[in-house]
C-alpha cells in the first residue's frame, strides 16, 4: 500500500498564463496516481475538481483541461501561493492553498460543504528555509499566523511531531517587533536529523495547544523519506 505523500507547488508566472500547474516529473515517481490521465482535487471543505494530467517530453506533470482554468481562477491564484497536494485513495488529492506568507487561505466562501468556526479547520503554515534560517538557530513565523494560537503568545515550550511519529521539543519566542519565532537546543537536531537544506519546506498544522504537526518537504516540494529512528534521544545522541 502506497504511503500518503504530502506534494507542494508554488504557483509560477507560467501557471498563471497558462491557466495549468506544471509539476515536476519526480512527483510520478513518488505518486503513482500521478500517472493517470485524471485526477480528482478535493479542497478542505469539500469542494471537488476534476482535472485532466498529461505528460510533456521533458517528463514534467502538467495539470490541465478546463477544470485547472476555473480552479486558478476560483481561488484567484497568483504568483508565488502555493498549493498543497496530500494524497488520498486511488486518484483523489486533498488540496490546501496558502498564501504568498505561508498561511492558508480562509475556505468561508469556497461554495462547499459549510465551514462555521465550530467546525473550521486551523489553517496550516507553509516556510520555506533560507540559508539564514539555518544559521541563525530559529525558525520565523509570521505574525498572522502565530497570533491565532496561545502557544505563540509569549515564550513557551511547544511540541512539534513530525509526520514519522517523532515529538520535538522547541521553544516559542515573540520579539518586540511581533516576529514570532521557533528557537531551542533540540532545533539545530530536528535540522540535523532530517538533512534539512536551503529551499526545503516545513509544513505546520495545529493540533493542540502547545502541539504541532510537521510534515518536511524537500527542494522539490516532495515529502522526504524518513530516517527510521527509535527516539529523540537517539537523534540526540547521534548529532553529539
Known sequence: MERRRVLSHY????????????????????CHALMADEITLTTVNGKQWVVGVIRSNDGKIIL????????????????????EFQTGSGRNFFVRIRKYDGVEID????????N????????????MLGEEDLNAGFLSIPASWGEQYTAFAGSREVQV????????????QKKPDN???????????????????????????????????????????????????ISVGMALNDNI
Open 161 to 172: 511531531v513530525v509526520a514519522d511519529g517523532m515529538t520535538w521539543n522547541l521553544m516559542t
Open 107 to 114: 475556505y468561508e466562501s469556497d461554495g462547499g460543504k459549510p
Open 11 to 30: 504557483v509560477c508566472e507560467k501557471d498563471v498564463e497558462d491557466r495549468t500547474m506544471t509539476l515536476p516529473g519526480v512527483w510520478a515517481i513518488r
Open 64 to 83: 490541465t483541461w478546463e477544470a485547472v482554468n476555473q480552479f486558478n481562477a476560483h481561488y484567484n491564484l497568483v504568483v508565488s501561493n502555493e498549493v
Open 116 to 127: 462555521d468556526r465550530k467546525n473550521r479547520v486551523p489553517p496550516t503554515l507553509s516556510i
Open 179 to 229: 516576529i514570532v519565532t521557533l528557537t531551542g537546543n533540540e532545533l539545530k537536531y530536528f535540522i540535523n536529523h532530517y538533512k534539512i537544506r536551503t529551499s526545503f519546506r516545513l509544513m505546520f498544522e495545529y493540533m493542540d495547544d502547545d502541539m504541532f504537526r510537521v510534515v518536511v518537504m524537500d527542494n522539490l516540494g516532495v515529502e522526504i523519506d524518513y530516517p527510521k529512528i
